[in-house]
């Protein structure tokens, strides 16, 4: 509805401040710019080691919760190994700092969505993973279009 309100010229249109905002690079060279590596000057500012502090322990927390609500959706009832799997975030993380991603957390949204299609086993949010990551490779320019609110609104119905 929006390209077609777009392309009418319609005061109904939503503003491209409140589409997805993805970066479309015309070769592998601006595609492999992209990933940014660290600015580790900052190591010895204690604000960093603080806020990175409070940012692993939140979404520890943040991934402690959503494996017990995880859990409770699994129809087989198997129990998540805690440990192993704020090791994995802690992997993660690292690796993801290192090309310039954000923290990343476990989350519940997925879990739900993967539960109710039946999913039973956890290869499912890899299979997320590696599916987001070829449409964001692959179809940037159709994810570009998609409002924000349209995707709030699915987070707030799938979770």
Known sequence: MNQWFVA????????????VQLPIPDTWRE???????????GFGNSYVWM????????A??????????????????RITD????????????IVSSLIG?????????????????GA???LSAVI????LLVCVLAIPFILNIIPLSTLAAVLLLVG
């Open 51 to 58: 806020t990175g502090i409070t940012i692993a322990i939140v």
């Open 31 to 41: 595609a492999a710019g992209m990933l940014t590596l660290p600015n580790f000057s």
């Open 120 to 122: 039973t086993h956890k």
């Open 128 to 131: 997320h993973g590696v599916l």
């Open 82 to 93: 805690t440990n192993r799997e704020l090791c994995a975030q802690g992997a993660g993380n």
């Open 60 to 77: 520890s927390i943040e991934t402690l919760l959503c494996i017990e609500a995880a859990d409770r959706l699994d129809t087989r009832r």
């Open 101 to 117: 991603g954000l923290p990343i957390t476990s989350v519940v949204v997925r879990s739900s969505a993967n539960a109710n299609a």
């Open 8 to 19: 009418n010229g319609s005061s109904l249109a939503i503003p491209a401040g409140q589409l």
